[in-house]
Protein backbone atom coordinates (compact mmCIF):
# COMPACT_ATOMS: atom_id res chain seq x y z
CA UNK A 1 0.00 0.00 0.00
CA UNK A 2 1.38 3.45 -1.05
CA UNK A 3 1.46 6.08 1.31
CA UNK A 4 -0.18 9.64 -0.27
CA UNK A 5 2.54 11.94 0.63
CA UNK A 6 5.11 13.00 -1.96
CA UNK A 7 7.38 14.66 0.31
CA UNK A 8 10.43 13.17 1.70
CA UNK A 9 10.99 11.87 5.47
CA UNK A 10 13.60 14.79 5.79
CA UNK A 11 13.52 14.12 9.36
CA UNK A 12 14.40 10.38 9.47
CA UNK A 13 11.88 9.97 11.81
CA UNK A 14 9.57 6.98 11.39
CA UNK A 15 6.46 6.24 13.44
CA UNK A 16 7.22 2.66 13.90
CA UNK A 17 5.15 -0.16 15.88
CA UNK A 18 6.10 1.47 19.36
CA UNK A 19 4.63 4.77 18.38
CA UNK A 20 1.91 3.39 16.40
CA UNK A 21 0.60 1.86 19.69
CA UNK A 22 1.37 4.52 21.63
CA UNK A 23 -1.08 6.60 19.13
CA UNK A 24 -3.90 4.15 18.65
CA UNK A 25 -3.88 3.86 22.56
CA UNK A 26 -3.73 7.77 23.03
CA UNK A 27 -6.66 7.81 20.36
CA UNK A 28 -8.54 5.09 22.11
CA UNK A 29 -8.19 7.15 25.48
CA UNK A 30 -9.45 10.86 23.68
CA UNK A 31 -12.24 9.28 22.24
CA UNK A 32 -13.25 7.78 26.08
CA UNK A 33 -12.59 11.38 27.47
CA UNK A 34 -14.71 12.72 24.50
CA UNK A 35 -17.50 10.23 25.31
CA UNK A 36 -17.51 10.71 29.54
CA UNK A 37 -17.60 14.99 28.74
CA UNK A 38 -20.99 14.23 26.81
CA UNK A 39 -22.08 12.22 28.81
CA UNK A 40 -21.50 14.82 31.81
CA UNK A 41 -23.17 17.71 29.82
CA UNK A 42 -26.25 15.67 29.25
CA UNK A 43 -26.00 15.06 33.22
CA UNK A 44 -25.56 18.98 34.13
CA UNK A 45 -28.23 19.37 31.80
CA UNK A 46 -30.97 17.08 33.58
CA UNK A 47 -29.35 17.98 36.63
CA UNK A 48 -30.54 21.92 35.61
CA UNK A 49 -34.00 21.04 34.46
CA UNK A 50 -34.77 18.99 37.39
CA UNK A 51 -33.50 21.81 39.55
CA UNK A 52 -34.70 24.93 37.58
CA UNK A 53 -36.36 27.18 39.86
CA UNK A 54 -35.27 25.93 43.39
CA UNK A 55 -32.69 24.30 45.22
CA UNK A 56 -32.97 22.78 48.98
CA UNK A 57 -30.36 22.66 51.11
CA UNK A 58 -30.80 20.43 54.39
CA UNK A 59 -28.02 21.84 56.88
CA UNK A 60 -29.75 19.36 59.87
CA UNK A 61 -33.02 20.31 60.93
CA UNK A 62 -32.16 23.53 59.01
CA UNK A 63 -33.65 24.11 55.09
CA UNK A 64 -32.24 26.85 53.33
CA UNK A 65 -33.80 27.28 50.49
CA UNK A 66 -31.93 29.21 46.88
CA UNK A 67 -33.25 30.07 43.32
CA UNK A 68 -30.85 29.02 40.66
CA UNK A 69 -30.17 31.03 37.61
CA UNK A 70 -27.05 29.72 35.75
CA UNK A 71 -28.63 28.94 32.40
CA UNK A 72 -25.85 31.13 31.01
CA UNK A 73 -23.12 29.77 32.77
CA UNK A 74 -24.40 26.37 31.76
CA UNK A 75 -24.68 26.73 28.18
CA UNK A 76 -21.29 28.17 28.30
CA UNK A 77 -19.32 26.06 29.83
CA UNK A 78 -21.13 23.45 27.81
CA UNK A 79 -19.96 24.92 24.56
CA UNK A 80 -16.35 25.62 25.52
CA UNK A 81 -16.40 21.78 26.68
CA UNK A 82 -17.91 20.68 23.24
CA UNK A 83 -15.57 22.66 20.81
CA UNK A 84 -12.88 20.96 22.62
CA UNK A 85 -13.90 17.55 22.71
CA UNK A 86 -14.57 18.05 18.81
CA UNK A 87 -10.83 18.72 18.47
CA UNK A 88 -9.93 15.87 20.46
CA UNK A 89 -12.23 13.71 18.43
CA UNK A 90 -10.65 14.99 15.12
CA UNK A 91 -7.24 13.87 17.03
CA UNK A 92 -8.62 10.44 17.75
CA UNK A 93 -10.37 9.09 14.65
CA UNK A 94 -8.07 10.92 12.10
CA UNK A 95 -5.05 9.64 14.07
CA UNK A 96 -6.52 5.84 13.75
CA UNK A 97 -7.46 6.25 10.33
CA UNK A 98 -3.83 7.11 9.19
CA UNK A 99 -2.09 4.68 11.25
CA UNK A 100 -4.92 2.16 9.80
CA UNK A 101 -4.66 3.22 6.33
CA UNK A 102 -0.88 4.29 6.17
CA UNK A 103 -2.26 7.38 5.51
CA UNK A 104 0.24 10.34 6.04
CA UNK A 105 -2.03 13.00 5.38
CA UNK A 106 -5.04 11.77 8.04
CA UNK A 107 -2.34 11.47 10.39
CA UNK A 108 -0.63 14.74 9.47
CA UNK A 109 -4.22 16.16 10.13
CA UNK A 110 -4.60 14.67 13.74
CA UNK A 111 -1.64 15.58 14.75
CA UNK A 112 -3.10 19.36 13.81
CA UNK A 113 -6.47 18.79 16.00
CA UNK A 114 -3.97 17.77 18.58
CA UNK A 115 -2.62 21.19 19.07
CA UNK A 116 -5.54 23.06 18.95
CA UNK A 117 -6.84 21.23 20.97
CA UNK A 118 -3.75 21.76 23.42
CA UNK A 119 -4.25 25.34 22.08
CA UNK A 120 -7.50 25.87 23.35
CA UNK A 121 -6.82 24.25 26.59
CA UNK A 122 -3.41 27.28 27.01
CA UNK A 123 -5.59 29.77 26.32
CA UNK A 124 -8.59 28.80 28.57
CA UNK A 125 -5.82 28.68 31.39
CA UNK A 126 -4.77 32.01 30.11
CA UNK A 127 -8.04 33.53 30.73
CA UNK A 128 -8.72 32.07 34.05
CA UNK A 129 -5.77 33.19 35.24
CA UNK A 130 -5.63 36.41 34.12
CA UNK A 131 -9.86 36.56 35.73
CA UNK A 132 -8.01 35.12 38.66
CA UNK A 133 -5.64 37.74 39.21
CA UNK A 134 -7.94 40.55 38.54
CA UNK A 135 -10.16 38.94 40.88
CA UNK A 136 -7.96 39.04 43.68
CA UNK A 137 -6.77 42.48 42.97
CA UNK A 138 -9.84 43.73 42.85
CA UNK A 139 -10.77 42.00 46.13
CA UNK A 140 -7.86 43.42 47.98
CA UNK A 141 -8.44 46.84 47.33
CA UNK A 142 -12.29 46.61 48.01
CA UNK A 143 -10.68 45.60 51.74
CA UNK A 144 -7.87 48.31 51.63
CA UNK A 145 -10.76 51.51 51.30
CA UNK B 1 11.75 -9.86 -12.05
CA UNK B 2 10.09 -7.15 -10.39
CA UNK B 3 10.62 -7.20 -6.70
CA UNK B 4 7.94 -7.16 -3.78
CA UNK B 5 8.40 -4.16 -2.00
CA UNK B 6 9.43 -5.08 1.82
CA UNK B 7 7.29 -4.34 4.46
CA UNK B 8 10.15 -2.29 5.95
CA UNK B 9 10.14 0.03 2.96
CA UNK B 10 9.06 3.44 3.03
CA UNK B 11 5.91 2.83 1.20
CA UNK B 12 4.51 0.34 4.49
CA UNK B 13 5.44 2.87 7.02
CA UNK B 14 4.54 6.31 8.41
CA UNK B 15 7.49 9.13 8.79
CA UNK B 16 7.50 12.49 10.41
CA UNK B 17 7.81 14.23 7.18
CA UNK B 18 8.46 18.00 6.91
CA UNK B 19 4.34 19.05 7.46
CA UNK B 20 4.09 16.19 10.15
CA UNK B 21 7.66 17.45 11.72
CA UNK B 22 6.02 20.95 11.69
CA UNK B 23 2.56 19.96 13.20
CA UNK B 24 4.11 17.95 15.89
CA UNK B 25 6.47 20.82 17.05
CA UNK B 26 3.55 23.13 17.35
CA UNK B 27 1.95 20.77 19.19
CA UNK B 28 4.57 20.29 21.42
CA UNK B 29 5.00 23.79 21.74
CA UNK B 30 1.42 24.61 22.60
CA UNK B 31 1.80 20.96 25.38
CA UNK B 32 4.82 22.82 26.67
CA UNK B 33 2.98 25.97 27.10
CA UNK B 34 0.02 23.98 28.74
CA UNK B 35 2.20 22.46 31.19
CA UNK B 36 3.63 25.18 32.49
CA UNK B 37 0.00 26.90 32.85
CA UNK B 38 -0.80 24.18 34.78
CA UNK B 39 1.86 23.63 37.06
CA UNK B 40 1.26 27.39 37.77
CA UNK B 41 -2.34 26.84 37.98
CA UNK B 42 -2.13 23.69 40.25
CA UNK B 43 0.96 26.19 42.54
CA UNK B 44 -2.49 28.39 42.67
CA UNK B 45 -4.44 26.09 43.46
CA UNK B 46 -2.49 25.09 46.61
CA UNK B 47 -1.76 28.74 47.73
CA UNK B 48 -5.37 29.49 47.65
CA UNK B 49 -6.37 26.53 49.60
CA UNK B 50 -3.37 27.53 52.19
CA UNK B 51 -4.71 31.57 52.25
CA UNK B 52 -8.69 30.10 53.04
CA UNK B 53 -6.97 27.66 55.96
CA UNK B 54 -5.38 30.90 57.62
CA UNK B 55 -8.23 33.19 56.89
CA UNK B 56 -11.13 30.46 58.45
CA UNK B 57 -8.76 30.36 61.55
CA UNK B 58 -8.58 34.42 61.95
CA UNK B 59 -12.11 34.38 61.80
CA UNK B 60 -12.44 32.59 64.66
CA UNK B 61 -15.45 31.19 66.94
CA UNK B 62 -18.09 32.68 64.40
CA UNK B 63 -19.04 29.16 63.60
CA UNK B 64 -18.45 27.76 66.53
CA UNK B 65 -21.82 28.61 68.20
CA UNK B 66 -23.60 26.70 65.77
CA UNK B 67 -23.44 23.07 66.34
CA UNK B 68 -23.94 21.87 62.82
CA UNK B 69 -20.94 23.38 61.15
CA UNK B 70 -18.67 22.55 62.98
CA UNK B 71 -15.44 24.47 64.17
CA UNK B 72 -13.83 27.14 61.67
CA UNK B 73 -10.62 25.78 61.75
CA UNK B 74 -11.96 22.43 60.64
CA UNK B 75 -13.68 24.02 57.29
CA UNK B 76 -10.67 25.81 56.75
CA UNK B 77 -9.18 22.46 56.70
CA UNK B 78 -11.41 20.61 54.68
CA UNK B 79 -11.39 23.78 52.09
CA UNK B 80 -7.30 23.70 52.39
CA UNK B 81 -7.03 19.48 51.59
CA UNK B 82 -9.22 20.20 48.67
CA UNK B 83 -7.78 22.82 47.04
CA UNK B 84 -4.71 21.06 47.46
CA UNK B 85 -5.60 17.95 45.97
CA UNK B 86 -6.91 19.85 43.16
CA UNK B 87 -3.87 21.70 42.67
CA UNK B 88 -1.92 18.52 42.61
CA UNK B 89 -3.98 16.40 40.04
CA UNK B 90 -3.61 19.76 38.05
CA UNK B 91 0.04 19.58 38.17
CA UNK B 92 0.68 15.80 37.57
CA UNK B 93 -1.38 16.02 34.40
CA UNK B 94 0.61 19.24 33.59
CA UNK B 95 3.57 17.51 33.88
CA UNK B 96 2.66 14.50 31.13
CA UNK B 97 1.79 17.74 28.69
CA UNK B 98 5.26 19.34 29.30
CA UNK B 99 6.75 15.56 28.93
CA UNK B 100 5.16 15.27 25.61
CA UNK B 101 6.47 19.33 24.90
CA UNK B 102 10.26 18.76 25.75
CA UNK B 103 10.59 15.41 24.41
CA UNK B 104 9.00 15.78 20.44
CA UNK B 105 10.93 18.68 20.14
CA UNK B 106 14.32 17.14 21.22
CA UNK B 107 13.60 14.30 18.91
CA UNK B 108 12.32 16.01 15.99
CA UNK B 109 15.68 18.53 16.74
CA UNK B 110 17.86 15.26 17.17
CA UNK B 111 16.06 12.70 15.00
CA UNK B 112 16.31 10.66 17.86
CA UNK B 113 13.72 7.85 17.43
CA UNK B 114 13.81 6.66 21.44
CA UNK B 115 12.55 10.00 22.50
CA UNK B 116 9.97 10.83 19.67
CA UNK B 117 8.60 7.09 21.24
CA UNK B 118 9.02 8.22 24.77
CA UNK B 119 6.90 11.53 23.79
CA UNK B 120 4.26 9.86 22.66
CA UNK B 121 3.98 7.81 25.66
CA UNK B 122 3.92 10.97 27.64
CA UNK B 123 0.78 12.42 25.56
CA UNK B 124 -0.53 8.86 26.28
CA UNK B 125 -0.13 9.03 29.71
CA UNK B 126 -1.65 12.75 29.89
CA UNK B 127 -5.23 11.42 27.83
CA UNK B 128 -4.96 8.07 30.16
CA UNK B 129 -4.82 10.19 33.46
CA UNK B 130 -7.14 12.66 32.83
CA UNK B 131 -9.43 9.60 31.18
CA UNK B 132 -9.65 8.24 35.15
CA UNK B 133 -10.19 11.06 36.41
CA UNK B 134 -13.25 11.93 34.51
CA UNK B 135 -14.54 8.87 34.92
CA UNK B 136 -14.35 8.87 38.61
CA UNK B 137 -15.96 12.62 38.30
CA UNK B 138 -18.69 11.47 36.45
CA UNK B 139 -19.39 8.37 38.52
CA UNK B 140 -19.15 11.30 41.75
CA UNK B 141 -21.75 12.96 39.72
CA UNK B 142 -24.11 10.30 38.90
CA UNK B 143 -24.15 9.16 43.21
CA UNK B 144 -24.30 12.71 43.91
CA UNK B 145 -27.24 13.28 41.25
CA UNK B 146 -29.41 9.58 43.01
CA UNK B 147 -28.93 10.61 46.32
CA UNK B 148 -30.26 14.17 45.77
CA UNK B 149 -33.26 12.86 43.88
CA UNK B 150 -33.82 10.02 46.21
CA UNK B 151 -33.41 11.76 49.24
CA UNK B 152 -35.85 14.41 47.90
CA UNK B 153 -33.32 17.09 48.36
CA UNK B 154 -34.28 18.97 45.08
CA UNK B 155 -37.92 19.89 46.08
Known sequence: MQTDSHSPAIFELRIDETAKHHLLTMASWGLIIGIVAIIKY??????????????NYQFGDITVSTERNNLGGMIFTISIGLLVNYFLYQFSSLTKRGITNLSQVDLNRGFASLRTYFAIIGVLIIIALCLGTLGILMSGMNLTN | MEQQPQPSSPLFQLNVDANTGYTLRSAASWAKILGIL????GLCFIGMGILMQNTMNQMG??????KYRGSASMMGNVAMIMYILIGVITMIGSLFALSFGNRVTTAIRTNDQNTLRAGFAGVRNYFAYWTILM???????IIGLAT???????S
Not at chain 2, 148 to 154: D, F, I, N, P
Open chain 1, 42 to 55: ILSVIEYIQTRNRV
Open chain 2, 38 to 41: GIIF
Open chain 2, 61 to 66: GAFDEY
Open chain 2, 135 to 141: IIGLLIL
Open chain 2, 148 to 154: GASSGLY
